[in-house]
């Protein structure tokens, strides 16, 4: 039977609204919804259908009857494996308490259910990606406005100059920016973006710094200066809604022109050319934050300049500029019911809240777990259930990290895919993908606040279930009281949103349910009370930084230049993949079957290296090497080599992309130990790597 369904994409966390039309067990057509992105979606939104066909995922749960890592598996029914789960989560409750279990996720809309699960198990210890992603931001974003980075809407659609730090938005893809930003570029808006390469959001700009890697700080802070220097920035803004505007104005004098082009291998009359053109353009333009920034270990402060720069442009709540994200409350309206159960008062492992006073208590700080695991401080950490996440794959030197997760009891992964950690679990619980589950309801903020839910296009093919199925299982198992009292998700669906008003028919109407008819803008003279800071003021000083004792105005240090002989590794995202666990999907290896060694031309040519050639790749302890094809071009710095993240995978069930390129982070060895301290994230851009042309591009062919 023909059927359309109205969804949210799963291959990616942006989490784009679709449409699905299907015909009894086969799917025959996704677009992205077309109300809201007028049908685009990209590659791998459609390579959804062969997620769901994929044999080379696990079919039903598994525990492990070899060592760790061993790959050897036993098939169990989901009653065996649930109640294998329950008895080993209650034995560490038992010996250790329960906040020896922690739960990671990859955050996002429906993590309430599982920071609900594992503090009504009496943990605090929630813990997500963020710290190897956008924690420098959000910690930015707090510091100087009080609320974070999730608060703004980027009205770029309505901006004249988009300015973008290493947010490569058209690889790193979110369909309705990558929309709004054309839109932008076809009304006669200006880009500008700044990278160490060159990329394909570089090639639509117009105009492209290529910086020396590590220096986003210096290039912001000159263009603080020029700004200031100019008078090209909002005064009557400054005086209303800001303190500590004289303290950046004396900070800045160093940071003239002449400096900021030498400190980031740029020209001078470009960047004074770059500020007359803000200058023009005020108060319609953007500084993008950033988003992925744990990069350097002074990310937290470029992109803390960033958003000074916007405050300074005076773009907030207006036209073209940062719009604040409105939640029903804002709109006057009632919003849906959630699940949330608050976190028992127990100090958290990772040490955030207490010996970290700086970091925002939320998800806490993912690699600072680790200490806590090595030495037992607080408490020993037992249990690790990791949910839509792989530690494994998104944090620096696996195999370190390896060692750390031997000192655990039970690792449990509950994942569509075979993870590198569900790999090394104990448990391997699968999740139905996407199109074959439904979801919570979530409501989304915005300048329209909206409910968007998933909803089962087809049953699973395996023996899979969906996520809340398996929390409330486990709950009811452990005997957990308040956790998911019902039974299928039409009830709570029904439950959640019977406040609002609104029925659940209206979901099939467009798929979405708008909270209010019209966006709602506040009045950009009325802003008092929107800055949740300690002084209601935006801080270019702030107190709370200087009450654990960071600078708030931190002067610049260059970043070292690479040991001769290495170069330093960075990476980022295709827009044919998303991070490690599309590189296995059927049609996604087809269009891009390995990653590549991104090389300066000059430094090709000193190893001898030329286009196409297979160059060997070395960890700084030599512990990792991996071979993967060279692309030269003029259009790197010299310093860095580039490779896409994802690759290198060494799961022997995921055939097709088994060894297929090198991982960037086996070749981060120590990388655990650099860290962004004012942020909290991981310094993923400060590891070095040696290269060498390989010895097999001399394999001559042997007739027999
Ligand atoms: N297709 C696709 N889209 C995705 C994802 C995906 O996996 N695949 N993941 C999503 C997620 S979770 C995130 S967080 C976002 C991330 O989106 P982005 O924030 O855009 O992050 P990356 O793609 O990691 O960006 C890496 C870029 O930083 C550049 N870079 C390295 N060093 C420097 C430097 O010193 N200065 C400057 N200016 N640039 C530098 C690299 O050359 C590279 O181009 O993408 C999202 N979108
Ligand atoms: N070296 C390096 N490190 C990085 C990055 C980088 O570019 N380079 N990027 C960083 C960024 S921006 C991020 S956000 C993190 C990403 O952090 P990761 O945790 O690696 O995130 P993903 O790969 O998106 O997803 C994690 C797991 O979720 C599983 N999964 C996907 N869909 C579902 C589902 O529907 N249900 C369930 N249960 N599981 C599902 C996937 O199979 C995968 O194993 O990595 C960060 N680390
Ligand atoms: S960006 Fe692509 S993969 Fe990600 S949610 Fe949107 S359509 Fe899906
Ligand atoms: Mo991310």
Redesign the pocket.
């Known amino acids: 039977m023909k059927k359309i369904s109205y969804s949210v994409c799963?291959?990616?966390?942006v989490r784009c609204p679709i449409r699905v039309e299907s015909d009894d067990e086969k799917i025959t057509w996704i677009e992205g919804n077309p109300t809201l992105l007028g049908g685009a979606l990209c590659a791998r939104g459609l390579a959804g259908v062969a997620?769901r066909e994929d044999d080379q995922r696990p079919q039903t749960p598994l525990i492990r009857v070899g060592a760790r890592g061993q790959g050897q598996w036993r098939e169990a029914s989901w009653e065996e494996a649930l109640k294998y789960v329950a008895g080993k989560l209650d034995g560490i409750r038992r010996d250790y308490g329960p906040e020896a279990v922690t739960l990671?996720s990859?955050g996002g809309p429906w993590q309430a259910l599982y920071k609900s699960f594992i503090h009504a198990f009496g943990s605090p210890n929630y813990t997500n990606?963020?710290a190897?992603?956008?924690r420098n931001t959000h910690h930015a974003s707090l510091s100087l406005n009080g609320v974070g980075r999730t608060d703004f809407v980027y009205d770029i659609e309505n901006a004249k100059h988009l300015v973008l730090f290493g947010r490569d938005m058209f690889s790193?893809l979110r369909i309705a920016e990558n929309i709004k930003t054309i839109d932008m570029l076809e009304k006669g808006g200006r880009l500008t973006y700044i990278d160490v390469r060159q990329t394909r959001t570089g090639i639509k700009a117009t105009r492209f710094f290529q910086v020396r890697p590590g220096t986003d700080y210096a290039l912001a802070l000159g263009i603080i200066h020029g700004v200031i220097k100019k008078g090209y920035y909002d005064q009557e803004f400054i005086a209303k809604y800001t303190s500590g505007f004289d303290e950046l104005s004396a900070f800045i004098e160093q940071y003239t022109p002449a400096w900021t082009a030498k400190a980031c291998d740029v020209k001078e009359k470009d960047i004074k050319a770059f500020i007359e053109e803000i200058g023009e353009d005020r108060p319609n333009v953007i500084f993008h934050p950033g988003?992925?920034l744990?990069r350097y270990s002074d990310s937290f402060y470029a992109s803390r300049a960033l958003h000074i720069l916007n405050v300074l442009m005076g773009n907030m709540e207006k036209k073209g500029g940062l719009l604040f994200s409105k939640g029903a409350g804002d709109c006057g309206v009632k919003g849906i019911r959630s699940i949330d159960i608050s976190k028992p008062d127990i100090k958290r492992a990772d040490g955030v809240g207490w010996k970290y006073p700086q970091f925002d208590k939320g998800p806490g700080i993912l690699h600072l777990l680790y200490d806590a695991v090595r030495s037992g401080e607080p408490y020993p950490v037992k249990g690790w259930i990791?949910?839509?996440?792989?530690?494994l794959?998104?944090?620096?030197d696996p195999e370190a990290q390896k060692r750390l997760l031997d000192k655990l009891d039970l690792l449990v992964?509950?994942?569509?895919?075979?993870?590198?950690?569900?790999w090394y679990s104990d448990v391997i619980?699968?999740?139905?993908?996407?199109l074959e589950?439904d979801n919570f309801i979530v409501q989304q903020k915005g300048l329209k606040p909206r409910l968007v839910r998933r909803e089962q296009v087809m049953p699973p093919k395996y023996d899979t279930r969906a996520?809340w199925e398996i929390f409330r299982d486990l709950a009811r198992l452990l005997k957990l009281k308040d956790f998911i009292p019902f039974d299928t998700m039409e009830e709570f669906w029904q439950w959640q949103i019977e406040p609002t008003g609104h029925t659940l028919d209206e979901f099939d109407e467009k798929g979405f349910i708008d909270l209010v008819d019209e966006p709602v803008i506040f009045d950009p003279e009325k802003l008092d009370g929107k800055f949740k800071t300690p002084s209601g003021k935006i801080e270019f000083v702030s107190k709370k930084l200087t009450d654990c004792d960071l600078p708030s105005l931190k002067p610049y240090e260059a970043p070292v230049a690479p040991a001769a002989g290495t170069f330093r590794l960075i990476?980022?995202?295709t827009p044919l993949h998303?991070?490690?666990?599309?590189i296995n999907n059927p049609l996604l290896i087809e269009l891009m079957p390995v990653n590549c060694l991104w090389i300066n031309t000059k430094v090709a040519q000193k190893l001898n290296i030329s286009e196409g050639d297979i160059v060997d790749v070395f960890s700084a302890d030599e512990n990792y090497n991996a071979s993967l094809p060279a692309r030269v071009t003029d259009f790197i710095h010299p310093e860095a080599v580039y490779m896409?993240?994802?690759f290198g995978k060494d799961i022997p069930r995921q055939k097709r992309s088994l060894h297929s390129g090198a991982?960037?982070?086996k070749l981060?060895s120590n990388?655990l130990t650099r860290w962004d301290k004012a942020g909290g994230c991981?310094s993923?851009c400060e590891n070095f790597i040696r290269i060498e042309k390989s010895m097999r591009n001399n394999i001559k062919k042997i007739a027999i």
């Open positions: 799963g291959m990616c966390t997620l990671s990859r990606h963020d190897v992603c956008g790193s988003w992925n744990a990791a949910m839509r996440h792989d530690p794959s998104c944090m620096p992964s509950i994942d569509t895919n075979y993870s590198e950690f569900g619980l699968p999740e139905s993908t996407y589950r996520s990476y980022g995202k998303t991070q490690g666990h599309t896409t993240h994802g991982s960037d982070q981060m990388g991981l993923l």
